[in-house]
C-alpha cells in the first residue's frame, strides 16, 4: 500500500493513557472532525473502558440521531448500544452557545444585572450569532467539563470555524477584547460612577466620540455602552475562565489531533495549526488523515489500466473490464495524487506521527460505522 | 465558449459546503463572463486568500488587482475585502475623517466594532460588493459581473441576511441605511446565489438547508453547481469476476484470482458509492432548481482547468 512516510499514530496508545484527559480534534470543516471525535470517543469507551464524554459542535442530523443527541441541550446523554464490557461508557452532548453564554453571566454577576445583560440587544446578538461565540463557549464547556472531574476522557470536536485557529485564538482574543483601550474608554464613564455615561463619554472624548456617534448613531452607542458596563462587572471572572483553559489546552493531559482529508486546502489548513501548536506550546499528538484513497496494483499498474482499458473498447468487446480497469487506474491515480498531497504535511513535520482512514462507500451514520473508523484509526502500521 | 447571457445576474454569490470547490466555481465563473471583452471582479470575503492560492499569486492586497486576462481584451480582477479597510474606506467615503479614522483604529476602536457586532462587519464586506457591482463609470457599468467567494453555506444565510441582523442593533443612522441598501441589491432580480456541491450526503443536505433559508429570506437562489462529477462508467450497474477474468486475459493482462477479486471489488464499490449519488441527484433535481454539473479534473485545478470549468460553466 501507498502508504504515509510518518510515524504512525498510535491511537489505542493514546486513548488507553489514564494520564490523558483531552482529546481535541481540530481542522477545517468538512474533513470529518466530528466523525473522527466520535469514533475515538466510543473506542475510548468500548475498547479502554474509560468513563468517556464527546463534545460536539455541529454534528451532521443522522449522526447525531445515532448517537441519541436530539436536542441541542448542553447535556451529556449517554449513548445507547455501546458494548459494556470493558466497562467503560459514552456520553455525547451538544454544545448549545447561547445556553452557555447565559450560564456564564448568570454564574458571574447578580439576578438583576444578567436580567439586564439578557434584554440587551448587543448581548443577544453576540450570544447567538458573534462570529467566535462559539469558539469561545466550546473552550468555556470544555473548561467547565474538565472542572467536574466526572470523566476519564473528553473528546471535543472543534467548531467549523472560518479557520482551525479561530478556536485557539478564542481565548487569547477575548482577553484582547476585554484589555481593549476603546472598551476602557466606553468603561471610564461607568466606572467613576456616573449615571449618563454617554454624555460623560462626550466630554472626555471629543472628537473620538463624537465620530463614533456619527457612524453608530446615538441609540445605537447607548445600547452598547449600556452592554459593556453591565458585562463589565463578569469580566474579570470571563478572563480568568478563559486563561484557565488555554493553560489547561497546553498541559500534557491535553492531546491534539489534527484532521485533515487529502486535498490541498485541507492539508494546508492542518500545516498552519501545527505551526500555531508549536508556537503556542501545546501538545500536538498527530494528524488524521481522512478519506484516503489506498489503492495497491494488485498486478495492474494505472498504466497498464488505462492502455488495457482503450484497447478493449477499440476491440469492441469486454466493455464491462474495460471500466473495471478504468475504475482501478482512476483509485490508483487518486491514491497517488492524495499520498502526494498529504507529503506536504508530512515532510513539513517529519516527527508528527499520522494515521489513515481509507474513505468509506457511504457516509458514517451510525454506531457500527463509528467502530469500523475507529478500528481502522487505530489499525497498525502495514 | 459558452454565452454570458445564460447568467444574466449582475451579482453572483457562489456558496457550498466547505470542500465543495466553491473557489474553483467562482474563479471559474469570473472568467467565462469576462470572456469576449467584458470585465468582471472576483471578491472573497473571509481573509482565505484562496483566490491568491488558486491562481498562485502572492496575497491580494485590499484593491482591485487585475489577476486573469481573457479574449477580446476582457479582464478578471480580484479582491479580498478586509473589514477593517472596508469600514475605513466607507468612513473616508461618507465622513471625509482622514486623521480621525486613524485615530479610530489607534484605540482599536475598528477592532471593537468588527468584533463586537458581527453583523456590522458583515454590512461593511456586503457594502463594499455592493459599491463593486452598482459601480459606474462614464454612464456604465464598471464591472459586468461581480462574483462573490461567499462563507460557506452553513454561515452563508446569516451572512446575506443583514438587514435582520443590523437592525437589532442600529435601528435609524448610516449603518442602517446601509444595511437597506445591501438587503435590497441582494433581494432583487440583479443578484443570484449559487450553490455548489458534491454528491455526497453532507455537502447535499446542507445545499438543501441554505437554499430552504435563502428562499426563506426571499433572497434570490441560482443554480445548482454539482461539483466533481464522474464519468459514468459500468452503465449495466453490475460486473462478474468472470467476466473480469475473461477480459484481463484478453487484454493480457494478469488473470490471477487475487487481481481479478481486487478489481471487482472496486468496482463494485464504485457502484455501490454511484448509486448514492444518484440518490442524491434526484434530492437536488426536485429542488426544481437549473443544476449544472463539473467534472471532477483529473489533474487538479490549474488556470487551464478553469478555462475548461468556465466554459462548461457558460454553456449551461
Redo the contacts between chains.
Keep these: 500500500m501507498a502508504d504515509l512516510t510518518a510515524p504512525r499514530l498510535d491511537v489505542d496508545g493514546l486513548l488507553s493513557d489514564p494520564a490523558i484527559r483531552i482529546v481535541v480534534c481540530c481542522g ?4 470529518g472532525k466530528t466523525t473522527t471525535a466520535a469514533a475515538l470517543g466510543l473506542r475510548a469507551a468500548e475498547v479502554h473502558g474509560r468513563r468517556t464524554v464527546v463534545l460536539t459542535i ?1 454534528p ?2 443522522r449522526l447525531a440521531q445515532s448517537m441519541g443527541l436530539t436536542e441541542l441541550d448542553n447535556t451529556p446523554r449517554q449513548v445507547k448500544g455501546i458494548d459494556p464490557a470493558s466497562g467503560g461508557e459514552l456520553h455525547a452532548m451538544m454544545l448549545d452557545m447561547k445556553r452557555t453564554f447565559d450560564e456564564v453571566v448568570e454564574q458571574h454577576t447578580r439576578p438583576e444585572r444578567a436580567a439586564e445583560i439578557f434584554a440587551n ?2 448581548y ?3 450570544s447567538s ?4 461565540t462559539q469558539e469561545y463557549m466550546a473552550m468555556e464547556k470544555l473548561g467547565q467539563l474538565r472542572a467536574a472531574d466526572e470523566w476519564d476522557l473528553i473528546v471535543v470536536d472543534t467548531p ?1 470555524s ?2 482551525a485557529l479561530d478556536f485557539l485564538d478564542a481565548p487569547a ?1 477575548l482577553s484582547r ?1 476585554l484589555d ?4 476602557r ?1 466606553l468603561l471610564a464613564p461607568a466606572r467613576a460612577g456616573g449615571k449618563s455615561m454617554f454624555s460623560l463619554v462626550t466630554a472626555s472624548f471629543g ?2 466620540s463624537r ?2 456617534q ?4 446615538a ?2 452607542l447607548t ?2 455602552s449600556g452592554f459593556v458596563a453591565a458585562l463589565d462587572s463578569m469580566f474579570g471572572g470571563f478572563r480568568q475562565r478563559a486563561d484557565q483553559t488555554y493553560r489547561i489546552l497546553q498541559d500534557p493531559q491535553t492531546a491534539f489531533l489534527l484532521v485533515a ?1 487529502p ?4 492539508v ?1 489548513e492542518a500545516a498552519y495549526f501545527a505551526e500555531r501548536l508549536v508556537t503556542e506550546r501545546m501538545p500536538l499528538s498527530g494528524l488524521v488523515l481522512n478519506r484516503m484513497h489506498q ?2 496494483p ?3 499498474t494505472a498504466e ?2 488505462e492502455a ?1 482499458a482503450a ?2 473498447e477499440a ?1 469492441g ?2 466493455a ?9 487506474a482512476g ?1 490508483l ?1 487518486q491514491t497517488e ?1 492524495e499520498v502526494r498531497v498529504a507529503a506536504t504535511f508530512t515532510d513539513a513535520f517529519p516527527r508528527v506521527p499520522a494515521t489513515a482512514v481509507a474513505a468509506q ?3 458514517v451514520h451510525d454506531v457500527d460505522g463509528l467502530r469500523t473508523i475507529g478500528a481502522l484509526l487505530a489499525r497498525p502500521a502495514a | 465558449m459558452g454565452d454570458y447571457r445564460n447568467w444574466p445576474e449582475r451579482l453572483h454569490v457562489v456558496t457550498g459546503k466547505g470542500g465543495t470547490g466553491k473557489t474553483s466555481v467562482a474563479a471559474a465563473l469570473a472568467l467565462g463572463l469576462a470572456a469576449g471583452g467584458r470585465r468582471t471582479l472576483l471578491v472573497e470575503v473571509e481573509g482565505r486568500q484562496g483566490i491568491a492560492q488558486l491562481f498562485g499569486l502572492d496575497p491580494l492586497p485590499y484593491a482591485e488587482k487585475r489577476i486573469a486576462t481573457t479574449t477580446g481584451g476582457g479582464e478578471v480582477r480580484a479582491l479580498a475585502v478586509d473589514p477593517e479597510e472596508a469600514l475605513l474606506e466607507y468612513l473616508d467615503m461618507f465622513y471625509k475623517l482622514g486623521a480621525a479614522g486613524r485615530a479610530l483604529r489607534k484605540v482599536g476602536a475598528i477592532d471593537f466594532a468588527t468584533t463586537i457586532a458581527p453583523g456590522l462587519r458583515d454590512v461593511l464586506l456586503t457594502g463594499k460588493v455592493k459599491e463593486a457591482t452598482t459601480r459606474s463609470q462614464d454612464g456604465r457599468r464598471f464591472y459586468d459581473a461581480v462574483i462573490l467567494d461567499a462563507p460557506p453555506t452553513g454561515r452563508v444565510g446569516r451572512f446575506l441576511n443583514v438587514t435582520a441582523e443590523t437592525a437589532r442593533l442600529a435601528k435609524v443612522g448610516p449603518i442602517k441605511t446601509q444595511s437597506d441598501g445591501v438587503a435590497s441589491l441582494l433581494r432583487s432580480p440583479m443578484t443570484a446565489v449559487h450553490v455548489v456541491t458534491l454528491l455526497e450526503e453532507m455537502p447535499v443536505q446542507e445545499s438543501l438547508d441554505a437554499i430552504a433559508e435563502l428562499t426563506a429570506l426571499h433572497i434570490p437562489v441560482g443554480r445548482v453547481v454539482v461539483n466533481g462529477s464522474r464519468p459514468p462508467l459500468l452503465p449495466a450497474g453490475k460486473v462478474t469476476k468472470a467476466e473480469v477474468k475473461r477480459g484481463l486475459a484478453a487484454a493480457g493482462l494478469p488473470s490471477s484470482a487475487a487481481t481479478v477479486s481486487q478489481l471487482t471489488a472496486e468496482a463494485q464499490a464504485h457502484l455501490t458509492r454511484r448509486e448514492l449519488e444518484e440518490s442524491l441527484r434526484v434530492e437536488l433535481a426536485e429542488l426544481g432548481r437549473p443544476m449544472v454539473e463539473l467534472p471532477l479534473l483529473p489533474g487538479g485545478i490549474d488556470l487551464a482547468g478553469l478555462q475548461d470549468l468556465a466554459g462548461r460553466l457558460l454553456r449551461s
Excluded at chain 1, 477545517?28 to 474533513?31: A, E, R, T
Aim: proline fraction near 4%; charge should be positive.
Design positions: 477545517s470543516g468538512g474533513v455541529d451532521a442530523r440587544p448587543f443577544q446578538a453576540m450569532t458573534f462570529a467566535g467549523p472560518r479557520s482574543r477584547f481593549g483601550r476603546m472598551l474608554m472628537l473620538f465620530t463614533v456619527k457612524i453608530l448613531g441609540q445605537l445600547d452598547l482529508a486535498e490541498r486546502d485541507a494546508r489503492a495497491e494488485a498486478g495492474v497498464q489500466a488495457a484497447e478493449l476491440a468487446d469486454q464491462v473490464t474495460a471500466d473495471v480497469l478504468r475504475i482501478h483509485l491515480r495524487r462507500p457511504a457516509d
